[in-house]
């Protein structure tokens, strides 16, 4: 990030003393403050899994519905195989980068060093710091209004003459997460992430089989009948709609801070994110594809952009009240553990501007400045939430300007320039293919969340009760 004052966390050393130290972290005393407390190397490979687990399979799954009704039956099920498989395929290229950059001496800690080292400064200091940035923060705004909207649905269902607002709730789970940002390391979520996984399991559970019970039940369903055709009144219509899908479905898959996760690993790194990408992924095929399928099946083109929302019909709820209420519950507490895990990228920022890396961690001098600017921070992002209360418009487009570039296309560039594939090899002809294809979907996608955005714009209003 520019002005941040940030040190370079690489290990700058010779042929011969690269070798020798070639797996252990950059030297403390080269940190700044932001790597040296926030991004320590403590970590294993199983809770890089939870970390992996929690940024990744998270609330925004609950739209995969929504994302397979604009793209259809076909359409959606390659978008969730192709996603998973290309995400997969480019973390794990990220890792091994990483791990080759530790190997040589230069083990980099936060995605901006990489493009440092890779693509140049500018690079690292003008695109890759502030998209990130913007991806993470972002994702904390959507968390923190999607709370907020779990919140008022549990209110709503438990008294539906209730005048309390959307905002009220936006506030009042923005105050919870004041508390949790004040945690000091992303390592030090490591159990907080493990129930994190627990609960993305259970709530993905009730969703399917609240799903599966609505859509078999005739009684229970809403009087119209199920429809799977794309909606749109026009050919264009439906192309735009098929690009915000896929920018949802790059959202859901996203992840953006695979770097600052494998440098919460301890020396050596070498395997241990590849253990930990196969317990997430294999979440990751328990819950994307159970909820986006059965949802789309239960609801065909009426679901909406969170299936939550489809399970209540007309202030009726269609499973028992204590079953929705539960997977509400679910849902809101793991929205709290990946918001905490996408300020982490922040609290590093603000750790490196404020903190002094020679006063100890929990030093007066340290302490106080981390709570000021966290607790600013949260506070920021919950006064958007509540003044832009659009969770499906901002989650298209995070995705389609923040997590596609991150997750889909930096990843097999950096490979490429790292290691130098022969321009012969299915590796770099692959790379390249997804680098290309990958760029022109996220530039559509782009075009498509932002026209979205304005075909919506008639209904937005500051702090309005959605």
């Known amino acids: ?158 008294k539906p003459d209730g005048t309390l607002k959307l905002y009220v709730f936006v506030t009042i789970f923005g105050c919870f997460m004041l508390i949790l940002a004040q945690i000091p390391s992303f390592h030090s979520l490591r159990h907080i992430n493990l129930v994190s996984l627990l609960l993305c399991l259970a709530y993905s559970a009730c969703a399917t089989a609240a799903a599966v019970h609505i859509g078999s039940s005739s009684s229970s369903s809403s009087s119209q009948p199920k429809e799977y055709s794309l909606p749109g009144d026009s050919t264009q219509d439906r192309l735009f709609g098929i690009f915000n899908a896929i920018a949802i479905i790059g959202t859901t898959y996203g992840n953006g801070i695979i770097p600052e996760i494998q440098a919460t690993v301890a020396a050596p790194v070498k395997g241990k994110m590849f253990k930990g990408l196969c317990i997430c992924y294999a979440v990751i095929l328990a819950t994307f594809f159970s909820v986006g399928v059965s949802g789309y099946w239960a609801f065909g083109n009426r679901a909406d952009g969170l299936v939550l929302s489809n399970f209540v019909d007309n202030g009726r709820p269609l499973v028992p009240k204590w079953f929705v209420l539960m997977t509400n519950v679910f849902t809101i507490l793991q929205l709290s553990a990946v918001a905490v895990v996408y300020l982490q990228p922040t609290n590093e920022v603000l750790e490196g501007t404020f903190a002094d890396p020679r006063s100890k961690q929990f030093s007066v001098r340290n302490v106080v400045p981390r709570v000021v600017s966290r607790s600013l921070s949260v506070v920021v992002a919950t006064v958007v939430a509540a003044m832009l209360p659009f969770f499906g418009d901002i989650n298209a487009l995070i995705g389609a300007f923040g997590f596609i570039p991150l997750d889909f296309i930096l990843p097999v560039v950096f490979y490429n320039l790292t290691f130098k594939p022969s321009k012969r090899s299915i590796v770099f002809w692959l790379n390249s293919t997804i680098a290309i294809v990958f760029s022109a979907i996220g530039a559509i996608s782009a075009v498509a969340a932002v026209r979205q955005m304005s075909l919506d714009a008639k209904t937005y209003r500051l702090f309005a009760n959605v």
């Not at 080759?100 to 083990?107: I, N, T």
């Open 1 to 158: 990030m520019a002005g941040t004052g940030e040190t370079d966390p690489t290990l700058h050393q010779d042929g011969g003393a690269a070798a020798a130290a070639s797996s252990d972290p950059p030297q403390k005393a080269e940190l700044d403050a932001g790597a040296l407390f926030v991004l320590e190397s403590k970590g294993s490979w199983v809770h890089c899994g939870y970390h992996l687990t929690t940024s990744i399979v998270a609330p925004p799954l609950l739209s995969l519905p929504f994302a397979l009704t604009l793209l259809g039956w076909a359409g959606g099920i390659v978008s969730l195989v192709v996603a998973a498989l290309v995400t997969f395929y480019s973390y794990n290229l990220l890792s091994l980068v990483l791990e080759h950059q530790a190997a040589m001496g230069r083990r980099q800690l936060r995605f901006r060093d990489m493009a440092n080292q890779i693509l140049g400064p500018r690079w690292g200091r003008y695109y890759v710091g502030p998209v990130q940035f913007m991806v993470c923060y972002g994702a904390v705004v959507a968390c923190i209004l999607l709370g907020g909207q779990c919140m008022k649905a549990i209110y709503v269902l438990s």
